[in-house]
């Protein structure tokens, strides 16, 4: 990785006395990570090259950091269902290797969680949530390239009114939004916002007036209109780094599980191609299903591939009848393949279910195979 041909002719002048300006800083960032130059470079941007201003905004950074131990921020303990009510996808990379993260805020609770005494902790846990992405692009970063950005999806599908009816939530978002921009600045490669709701015109605007230029250029706001979003997230993602529910290929991208933690080695994702004449056809009819069962012992792995003709289907997997390993979803199986495997951690019978259900009036022609290795 060669700075210089990260930065314009002018940036690598500037960093030079930039970097002699902030040298007692040096000593106390956490990592060697965000003491190269193009990690430095990101308060240059963000304050357009104007060394006074840049100096000071990552001497407040620091002097912020320092205040609320960020650099241990990850120790601290949050209630554990957070995890579960404000799930969040991490399920690959762009077409450039920066890591894509997927939040369904439509169905984030912010107010029940604000207004029940967890305002500190709510916002501790995003903050955790900015700290773990960096975490991510430090792991990513390599002697070739350098990465500091990420890609994220909003979806606000179910967003309500009743959530920005409270002052509490409100000081919440925008003290969020003024942390975000005063310390982690050109940290966003690409804010996909989907579903947007009319109401979603009030929060942005709350919020904008609080974001700089150079954030607001990297959102891209969409409605309900699903093949519009979808193509616009292809445009730089591709299929298999994109989650079966949001029109890609990845039909196994599970909720971040603290417990389990997240490997970045396996961050994007690498499944089996079977040959289209191994594939075997069926007619899902209007209100019907196609079960696969596949008994599989502890350590064997199940996989799949399956299309359908013109149409989408609903996928998921069960354990003995009883335990979603993967929850049901719509899945666009009429414009890609879609792939997946799990790694069995229990010996039993595992079903793969084709649900064709919601349909009163159309069948679905089927192709899939299913595997174990």
Not at 238 to 255: A, F, K, Q, R, V
Not at 301 to 325: A, H, R
């Amino acid at each position: 990785m060669d700075p210089v041909k990260e930065m314009s002719v002018k940036e690598a002048e500037v960093m030079v006395e930039f970097r002699k300006r902030i040298a007692d800083l040096l000593p106390k960032f956490k990592s060697d990570f965000y003491r190269q130059d193009l990690a430095l470079l990101r308060f240059l941007r963000a304050r357009d090259l104007n060394l006074n201003k840049a100096e000071t905004m990552l001497r407040n950074h620091m002097t912020w950091r320092a205040e609320n131990d960020v650099d241990s921020i990850q120790k601290n303990q949050v209630p554990p269902q957070f995890f579960q009510e404000f799930p969040v996808k991490i399920c690959g990379t762009d077409k450039e290797g920066y890591p894509v993260g997927i939040a369904p805020i439509g169905k984030w609770d912010f107010r029940s969680a604000v207004e029940s005494g967890l305002k500190d902790e709510f916002i501790l846990f995003v903050c955790q949530w900015i700290e773990r992405g960096a975490d991510i692009v430090e792991r990513l970063t390599t002697n070739e390239k350098f990465y500091f950005q990420v890609c994220l999806v909003f979806d606000f599908e179910g967003f309500a009114y009743t959530q920005l009816a409270s002052k509490t939530v409100i000081s919440v978002i925008l003290e969020l939004v003024k942390i975000f921009e005063a310390n982690y600045p050109e940290v966003l490669r690409v804010i996909w916002v989907v579903n947007a709701p009319a109401i979603f015109s009030v929060l942005w605007g709350l919020v904008k007036p609080f974001l700089t230029d150079r954030t607001t250029s990297k959102i891209r706001i969409h409605g309900s209109n699903r093949n519009k979003w979808r193509a616009d997230i292809l445009s730089m993602v591709d299929e298999d780094n994109l989650s079966s529910i949001y029109g890609g290929s990845n039909t196994t991208c599970p909720d971040f599980n603290i417990e389990q933690g997240f490997d970045v080695r396996k961050i994007s994702p690498s499944y089996k191609i079977f040959p289209v004449e191994d594939r075997k056809r069926v007619l899902v009819g209007p209100g019907q299903t196609h079960t696969v069962d596949v008994k599989a012992n502890i350590g064997e792995k199940i996989n799949w591939n399956f299309l359908t003709d013109s149409c989408d289907i609903i996928f998921g997997v069960e354990f003995n009848k009883t335990e979603d390993i993967i929850k049901p979803c719509r899945v666009d199986s009429h414009l890609c393949l879609q792939k997946g495997f799990i790694s069995c951690e229990k010996s039993g019978l595992y079903t793969l279910t084709f649900d064709n259900t919601y349909s009163s009036f159309t069948g679905k022609s089927l192709g899939y195979i299913v595997r174990k290795s």
